[in-house]
């Protein structure tokens, strides 16, 4: 798999990363997380966006949180 930054740019999931990131992702296991609100009424498509990135991440090698 290409390096995690660029599979979400080649995807057009991407517009802009804070300086750095991409170094800190390709020097060592990163953590991340997304957080979702259980009081919402449903889950809807960002959410599955969302949830696939955390999907492309750990196949990336690092560790992601999916949070309730």
């Known amino acids: 798999m290409k390096d995690f930054i660029e599979e979400l740019t080649w995807r057009g999931l ?22 979702f609100d259980p009081t919402a009424d449903s889950l809807h498509v960002g959410s599955l966006s969302q949830i696939m990135t955390l999907v492309r991440f750990q196949k990336a090698g690092h560790k992601p949180f999916a949070l309730v």
């Open 14 to 35: 991407l517009h802009d990363t804070m300086p750095g990131t991409q170094e800190q992702l390709n020097k060592e296991m990163t953590s991340a997380y997304i957080g």
